[in-house]
């Protein structure tokens, strides 16, 4: 007895096994891989670029075309000018342009302070109150949560809002807000900047400041020594114009990007002085109010500039479940999404627009109707198939084979 017993055992084990092993495993990946950003990444997500980091093409072209064309021309003239000058303005060109070209890829291939994405709600210690037309609720599985739209938040005893985010499911920490862009809340977020592809934060703010910085002085550099390689030429004034024509096109080109790049740099510093964003000063206008964040210039200075820069919050190079995270983002869409008191939702029923019509969750739009037909909704005699049909007990009775009166049931 034991023996069958042992028997029966060792196939009921080797039965399971089959099929635990014949389950699909789940596939691990990178977390730059499935991050659901706009992002580009390079080099197994050690680089991270905007969505519109295509611009970096124009922006390098830009700054490189001028400033490669002044050094060749400056080491031509070391042949036939004085070597004593111009061997350190090619240097001092030479050194300019590159350190613009470092600066602009530390702004535009670095995290600039991406905050991680939660993959369910907040817990709220509010109590649950579906009656108050002023809260937005959340509608979750497993309890009922009121989340406020806005928080106070005590930054240098005075209290500011911070907002919910409903892409990211978080209250963004303040001065951090969502990019639409690249879909992203970002850690003391200044703007989203066209000419690096990239968002300006808390990682990468330092290094913008000294590209725009650099990239004035450049032009500022190349305009005085363009003007200067005119005057020392022999002849009158404009016999020199005309036989240096390249001068001529960078003072022009010059005198108009220094308009550009220096006044953005003048900009910056009066914010760096003030302790504020672009998107502060733009959206909130601290002239009008006391600004929280202010604590003097030489400490404001001191903050962006002699601070240590914090590490990246989101580890890109991870290992995630791509099942897990798909499933994770995916339900977001239900159970993370915000609805006022004034609307419901339905999963099944889909989402109201803003013209009142029903759209269905993005789950069932993708699926294929084709080949659904009349003859599906009959039942196998050729009846009529109807939902609110239901059977008598003698109509279970003849087809039930318990309940049959056949012989071999009894």
Partial sequence: MSKNMAQVHSSFSDEAFTMASSLPKSQTTRLYKVWKGNNK????????????????????????????????????????????????????????TVLDFVFLFLTSGRDPGIIPRNSHLPDSDEPFDMTTPSMEWVNNKSLNVKLPRTKDVLVNGHTIKVKFCDTCLLYRPPRASHCSICNNCVQRFDHHCPWVGQCIGLRNYPFFICFISS???????????????ILRQKGSFWSAMSHD?????????????????????????????????????????YDKKENPFNTGVLKNVKELFFAKIPPSMVNFREWVTEEDYSVRSDTSEFNGG??????????????????????????????????????LKKGGNGAPFDPFFLPTTDQVSKNSPRCSTDKRYQ
Avoid at 45 to 64: E, N, Q
Avoid at 345 to 354: N, R, V
């Fill in 41 to 96: 990444f390079l080099c197994g997500g050690r680089v991270v670029f905007g969505p519109d980091a295509g611009s970096l093409f124009l922006t390098s072209f830009l700054i490189g075309c001028p400033a490669i064309m002044f050094c060749v021309k400056m080491l031509f003239m070391i042949r036939k000018d004085d070597p004593l000058f111009s061997y350190p303005v090619l240097s001092v060109g030479v050194i300019l």
């Fill in 215 to 229: 990239s004035t002085v450049l032009c500022i550099y190349v305009f005085v020594f363009s003007w200067i390689n």
């Fill in 245 to 285: 024509v390249l001068s001529v096109c960078l003072i022009v080109y010059c005198f108009i990007a220094v308009w550009f790049v220096g006044g953005l740099t003048v900009f910056h510093l009066y914010l760096i002085s003030t302790n504020q964003t672009t998107y502060e000063n733009f959206r909130y206008r």
């Fill in 338 to 375: 915000f609805m006022s008191s004034k609307g419901k939702f339905d999963i099944e029923m889909g989402k109201l627009s803003k013209d009142g019509e029903i759209r269905l969750p993005s789950i069932l739009q993708n699926l294929d109707y084709s080949g659904i037909d009349d003859n």
